[in-house]
């Protein structure tokens, strides 16, 4: 019940196109869904965020669309670039619990070619 | 401002040696979190720590494992006679509060076992 899972575990998007990597989750109890990116030999970095009170947010061209009752979210790159080229991770987690420890999806490795 | 640092950025060590890993938090971060990133296990979550509460230890994947946070700054993850299994990418991560979410991950220690 605590586990994320993500798919494709690879994706080929030609660049200016639409990049969509989605997840699902089963435990109901999860109120923060983050997207992190993380490139060769560095850390995860906090891409975009979103809580289930909306259905969707947007920063630039990164956009979450959240479904409640599917238990679903899904990251999409709008124009996506060659500097996207990374892998992707979702999260999820509970706030105010004992913890806040993020359970990751396995990840998705996007390749934007020129 | 200043990111979350880790130390040292690469470890090499000998089965059965004792290895310290150091995590410097965001500078007014009162959580701290550590995770562990390799090929077969994905990111998986370690341990917490919350201000002065006790820390969330659920993560951690065996009583060789320990780790410490002094002055509610500095941490250090300390792993007792390393196993080959050890190997991975060691990060950590900080937020501002139990009620905050946003976790920002520093660059990762890469412990190789031989």
């Known amino acids: 019940q605590q586990q994320v899972k993500q798919s494709p575990q690879s994706l080929i998007v030609q660049k200016g196109g639409i990049s969509i990597i989605n997840c699902a989750y089963e435990?109901?109890?999860?109120?923060?869904f983050p997207w992190y990116q993380q490139f060769p030999g560095k850390g995860p970095a906090l891409l975009i965020a979103?809580?289930?009170?909306?259905s969707e947010k947007k920063e630039g061209r990164f956009t979450i669309s959240f479904n409640k009752s599917a238990k679903q979210f899904s990251l999409h790159i709008m124009d996506s670039q060659p500097g996207d080229s990374a892998t992707y991770f979702c999260a999820a987690s509970i706030s105010g619990g004992a913890t806040n420890k993020l359970i990751f999806g396995t990840g998705t490795l996007l390749a934007v070619q020129p | 401002g200043a990111g979350v640092s880790q130390s040292p950025s690469n470890k090499v060590t000998e089965k059965g040696k004792d290895v310290e890993l150091r995590c410097d938090p965001i500078s007014g971060h009162t959580a701290l979190y550590w995770y562990r990133q390799s090929l077969g296990q994905g990111l998986e979550f370690l341990i917490y720590f919350q201000g002065n509460s006790a820390p969330d230890k659920s993560g951690l994947p065996s009583d060789r494992f320990s780790a410490e946070r002094t002055g509610g700054s500095v941490s250090t993850l300390t792993i007792q006679r390393t196993q080959q299994e050890d190997s991975a990418v060691y990060l950590c991560?900080?937020?501002?509060?139990?009620?905050?979410?946003?976790?920002?991950f520093g660059p990762g220690t890469r412990l190789t076992v031989l």
């Open positions: 979103i809580r289930p009170d909306v």
């Open positions: 435990n109901t109890a999860f109120d923060y």
């Open positions: 991560a900080s937020s501002l509060g139990h009620s905050n979410n946003e976790q920002f």
